[in-house]
């Protein structure tokens, strides 16, 4: 089965601040989403890459995949208070996550 | 956008009794949607594939005969938890993917808001 692993597990950065989190997978990505959760909430859907070396853009999120398809990067630019929650991968086939990273933004 | 609904988004039931949420794709159709159950502080662990008229595909681990799933029309799947114990008690949270060629919606998977269960 796929596995996905997301680094770092948590972070807290100031607000103003630019940061990257990872995600990596153990098998080549036909499908990678970022999706942000606050916990008992429901998914937000951020972004769906699909082709190596592939980079898409939303407002002050940017997410990449490499070109082998196995890794991704989500990178927050200015990171504000509203970014903070819980930024989860997912695989295609079916969807599988991996566990998360908790994002705190402090004003 | 598309929107995924869940009903109920809290319930509370006795231990021993089964508990239906559903879910539904407004705005477009799903003939597959899948079952999510998260722990606190967890991510979402996969419990099943829904598939439109057919059984569900479940994951290991899962008992199917306790988490029954129906999947009647491209528009519903039903997620019954059966004889509830308090250990049962979770947050669950359907997705649906819109068929390809049937929508605008493309190739992106949309989530409901998610339902709580609390079973005393």
């Known amino acids: 089965s796929q596995e996905l692993e997301q680094s770092p597990q948590s972070l807290i950065v100031q607000e103003g601040k630019n940061l990257t989190i990872n995600c990596t997978s153990s098998?080549?990505?036909?499908?990678l989403y970022w999706y942000k959760q606050k916990y008992g909430e429901g998914l937000i859907f951020l972004m769906m890459?699909?082709?190596?070396?592939e980079e898409k853009s939303h407002e002050k999120i940017t997410a990449k995949l490499d070109e082998k398809k196995q890794q991704s990067s989500l990178h927050i630019t200015a990171s504000q208070p509203s970014h903070a929650g819980i930024y989860l991968c997912?695989?295609?086939?079916?969807?599988?996550f991996g566990k998360g990273i908790t994002l705190s933004v402090r004003p | 956008g598309a929107v995924v609904s869940q009903h109920p988004s809290r319930v509370i039931c006795k231990s021993g009794t089964s508990v239906k949420i559903e879910c539904r794709s407004l705005?477009?159709?799903?003939?597959?949607m899948f079952w999510y159950r998260q722990f606190p502080k967890q991510s979402l662990m996969l419990m099943a594939t829904?598939?439109?008229?057919?059984?569900?595909?479940?994951e290991q681990g899962v008992e199917k005969d306790k988490f029954l799933i129906n999947h009647a029309s491209l528009t519903l799947s039903t997620l019954t938890v059966t004889s509830a114990h308090p250990e049962d008690s979770s947050f669950y949270i359907c997705?649906?993917?819109?068929?390809?060629?049937?929508?605008?919606?493309?190739?992106?998977?949309?989530f409901g808001e998610g339902s709580w269960l609390t079973v005393v």
């Open positions: 098998k080549t990505l036909y499908g």
């Open positions: 890459l699909q082709k190596g070396g």
């Open positions: 829904s598939n439109e008229g057919s059984k569900a595909t479940y």
């Open positions: 997912g695989a295609e086939g079916p969807l599988t």
């Open positions: 997705s649906a993917r819109p068929d390809r060629d049937r929508g605008p919606f493309g190739n992106t998977i949309y």
């Open positions: 705005d477009f159709q799903a003939t597959t």
